[in-house]
């Protein structure tokens, strides 16, 4: 069955620091790749999504992730943390189901808490 | 607002009460997707459907729990006699035909008393 593992639940870090959250999932086949964002209290938003093509996908508010195949990794990067990123991030897999739609298999999330 | 709408935000209900939440899907999507949020975990997926017809429902309890998204109107998420462990953030997604990307509204946070 697919799966996605996020490996760090709980991450704190200090204003101006890097981050760098990881996401690995099992699938064999072509899959779609993608980061949300939900901040408290409101629905989830799209930071970044890889469907092919270059490894390295740029995002909204400076974030960037890159899809290593052999690795079946696609980590979330931002070179400087602010405190406005305070937020859970969920890493997400995609595939083509039954009648043309895409089923997505959620990681279970990062809480990123963000210091002054 | 162009977006995924869903209502209620909030729902209280007492235990074994019906539960009905809604998803107006954004405009020119026919295709809507349920997704439980558990506390402390991810999003699960429940259900897809297109108009008038369940796709994949491989994700739905086995009882108490239905779907649907006629012709006309939102798509409505049925659960009924409702248990504490019911108690959950829903959330709804949708995309249009041939999309991959998916739209997600606010969710509707449902507790059971």
């Known amino acids: 069955a697919q799966s996605v593992s996020q490996h760090n639940h709980h991450v704190i870090l200090s204003e101006a620091a890097s981050l760098e959250l990881g996401c690995n999932y099992s699938y064999g086949g072509t899959v779609n790749l993608f980061w949300y964002v939900q901040y408290p209290g409101q629905h989830l938003q799209l930071l970044l999504k890889?469907?092919?093509?270059?490894?390295l996908v740029k995002g909204i508010k400076g974030f960037e992730a890159e899809f290593i195949k052999s690795k079946f990794s696609f980590n979330l990067r931002k070179p400087s943390v602010q405190w406005s990123d305070t937020a859970e991030y969920f890493c997400?897999?995609?595939?083509?189901?039954?009648?043309?739609?895409?089923?997505?298999?959620f990681g279970t999330g990062t809480q990123l808490k963000v210091e002054l | 607002n162009a977006g995924v709408m869903q209502n209620p935000r909030h729902l209280v209900r007492r235990r074994g009460q019906e539960a009905r939440l809604r998803c107006s899907p954004m405009?020119?999507?026919?295709?809507v997707y349920w997704y439980r949020q558990l506390p402390e975990e991810g999003l699960k997926f429940m259900v897809y459907l297109q108009k008038e017809n369940i796709i994949d429902e491989s994700g739905m309890p086995k009882e108490r729990f239905s779907a649907e998204f006629p012709k006309e109107g939102p798509s409505i998420l049925r659960i009924q006699q409702v248990v504490r462990g019911d108690s959950a953030a829903y959330f709804c997604a949708s995309s249009g035909t041939g999309k991959i990307e998916a739209f997600f509204g606010q969710g509707t946070r449902l507790t059971v008393v």
């Open positions: 890889y469907f092919s093509g270059d490894p």
């Open positions: 997400a897999v995609n595939r083509e189901i039954t009648g043309g739609g895409n089923k997505l298999t």
């Open positions: 405009k020119g999507h026919s295709h």
